[in-house]
Each structure stands twice: as structure tokens, then as C-alpha cells.
């Protein structure tokens, strides 16, 4: 599996995952200007695309993962495990944030098993179903 940056002709296959994941385009536009400002990523396993994540350094000033999505078809494979430790790598300050709904188990234990640890609830974002975020402070590389 290689994990690079995205590029324009990877365009539709990200867009194509999301929508088979979420089960809309809504985020088309979005991830088309992650793409144009290189805070997009790909999981790519011979010549396929089989994941992606978007981040930036959005929260609070801290580096943050805003989207991680594999195609169902290739999860528990390690893509989200790589994309992840492609992020942290890349990282430009000193904690990376991330969060999911309360209703998401399976991203919630994602980001236990790779050190991310519960940091606060938002609650009205989605009726109903609360934000956990999570944070993972990183190597004393950084000084913020």
C-alpha cells in the first residue's frame, strides 16, 4: 500500500469512495479544494485508490484530521492505520486532533487503536448524536 498526496486525477475515484460510503456528492467541491491545496491524501493498493483523508491545520491552530473514508471493500487492512501515520509524519504542531459522532464505533475505535484519546464532546452539531474529539499529542518534535 502507498500513501501519497493527492492530485487532480484522483479526483473522481475520492469522490467516488465518499459517495459510496456516505451515499451522496455533497462533498464533492469540498474535496476537490482539499485536493488543490494539497490536505488531501490516498491510500493507493495496486493502482487503486482504496481510501483517503482530509486535514489541515484548522483547530484551534492544532493539525487536524477532518475526513478519513476507506471503500468498505478493503477495510481492516490497515489503509485508515497508514493514512493516519502519513498525517502524524506531516504534522506541523505538536498534537493532532480528529472527531467522530458518538454513533460511529467503528471510526471511535480507530482512533483508540492508534493512541488518539477522547478529549471532549460537542453536542447540536448533528441532532441527536454527539461529536467525540479526540486528540494525539505527538513527538516533542514541535515546539507551539
Given at each position: 500500500?502507498?500513501i501519497?498526496?493527492?492530485?487532480a486525477?484522483?479526483?473522481?475515484?475520492?469522490?467516488?469512495?465518499?459517495?459510496?460510503?456516505?451515499?451522496?456528492?455533497?462533498?464533492?467541491?469540498q474535496?476537490?479544494?482539499?485536493?488543490?491545496?494539497?490536505?488531501c491524501?490516498?491510500?493507493?493498493e495496486?493502482?487503486?485508490?482504496?481510501?483517503?483523508a482530509?486535514?489541515?491545520?484548522?483547530?484551534f491552530?492544532?493539525?487536524y484530521?477532518?475526513?478519513?473514508?476507506?471503500?468498505?471493500?478493503?477495510?481492516?487492512?490497515?489503509?485508515?492505520?497508514?493514512?493516519?501515520?502519513?498525517?502524524?509524519s506531516?504534522?506541523?504542531?505538536a498534537?493532532?486532533?480528529?472527531s467522530?459522532?458518538?454513533?460511529?464505533a467503528?471510526?471511535?475505535?480507530v482512533?483508540?487503536?492508534?493512541g488518539?484519546?477522547?478529549?471532549?464532546?460537542?453536542?447540536?452539531l448533528?441532532?441527536?448524536?454527539?461529536?467525540w474529539?479526540?486528540?494525539?499529542?505527538?513527538?516533542?518534535?514541535?515546539?507551539?
Open positions: 500500500m502507498n501519497e498526496r493527492a492530485a486525477e484522483h479526483i473522481p475515484s475520492i469522490c467516488e469512495i465518499d459517495s459510496l460510503v456516505i451515499g451522496s456528492r455533497s462533498r464533492e467541491q474535496l476537490t479544494e482539499a485536493v488543490a491545496k494539497q490536505q491524501i490516498v491510500a493507493i495496486k493502482e487503486t485508490i482504496i481510501g483517503f482530509v486535514f489541515d491545520a484548522s483547530f491552530g492544532y493539525d484530521l477532518s475526513l478519513l473514508i476507506v471503500n468498505p471493500s478493503f477495510r481492516r487492512k490497515g489503509a485508515a492505520r497508514a493514512l493516519i501515520q502519513y498525517i502524524e506531516h504534522c506541523t504542531t498534537k493532532l486532533f480528529t467522530t459522532n458518538e454513533s460511529n467503528t471510526m471511535q475505535r482512533c483508540e487503536s492508534v488518539f484519546e477522547r478529549s471532549g464532546i460537542i453536542e447540536n448533528d441532532d441527536g448524536d454527539p461529536e474529539i479526540y486528540f494525539k499529542p505527538l513527538p516533542t518534535r514541535f515546539s507551539d
